[in-house]
């Protein structure tokens, strides 16, 4: 059974980091591209950046080029989001995901807040 | 970058009717859309890819078509459990942007 499960959220100050992991699961971890996708409150998802089996290729959205970074260590099954320079349109509810898209597998996902 | 425009945003029907939901891109997508149903508090459910290829297990009285920037999602024979918000996604060029979704609710 897959199984995604993410951590690390909570509050951050505007201007400050969080990392976020994502530990996978129920799969071969290395053969699948991971996806973190969040929701803010009340909004619709947003699809925030994407990474290779391998780690080898990257896509993040405009909205967080520069601040946001995924990664992954195969070694270890986990997915990551670090997040620098956190800004109030942060906030949201932070999932992973398995594949590129579409994404049928998705995590319970973590609540990031960003406010002073 | 593509932009996902959902029609309407709302859509409220009772149980047993059919409901119609529209999705449009900026640009055509050829027929990589997907989409998703969300219940509150609850995580995407991923119902539909490839534009009409039902995910496992989704019922028969659900389908899609379209293709280029014209997409429709069909639920005919309404239940309960079907009312939800419903977003579409593109994958076909990068970013993979989801639409701002249709709430359908029970009228």
């Known amino acids: 059974e897959v199984q995604l499960v993410e951590s690390g959220g909570g509050l951050a100050q505007p201007g400050g980091s969080l990392r976020l992991s994502c530990a996978a699961s129920g799969f071969t971890f290395s053969s699948y591209a991971m996806t973190w996708v969040r929701q803010a409150p009340g909004k619709g998802p947003e699809w925030v950046s994407s990474i290779s089996g391998n780690g080898g290729t990257t896509y993040h959205a405009d909205s967080v080029k520069g601040r946001l970074t995924i990664s992954r260590d195969n070694s270890k099954n986990t997915l990551y989001l670090q997040m620098n320079n956190l800004r109030a349109e942060d906030t949201a509810i932070y999932y992973c995901?398995?594949?590129?898209?579409?994404?049928?597998?998705w995590g319970q996902g973590t609540l990031v807040t960003v406010s002073s | 970058e593509i932009v996902m425009t959902q029609s309407p945003a709302t859509l409220s029907l009772s149980p047993g009717e059919r409901a119609t939901l529209s999705c449009r891109a900026s640009q055509s997508v050829s027929r990589n859309l997907a989409w998703y149903q969300q219940k509150s508090g609850q995580t995407p459910r991923l119902i539909m890819y490839?534009?009409?290829t039902r995910a496992t297990g989704l019922p028969a009285r659900f389908s899609g078509s379209g293709s280029g920037t014209e997409f429709t999602l069909t639920i005919s024979n309404l239940q309960s459990e079907d009312f939800a918000v419903y977003y579409c996604?593109?994958?076909?060029?990068?970013?993979?942007?989801f639409g701002q979704g249709t709430k359908l609710e029970i009228k």
């Open positions: 996604q593109q994958y076909n060029n990068w970013p993979y942007p």
């Open positions: 490839d534009a009409s």
């Open positions: 995901a398995r594949d590129w898209a579409p994404t049928a597998y």
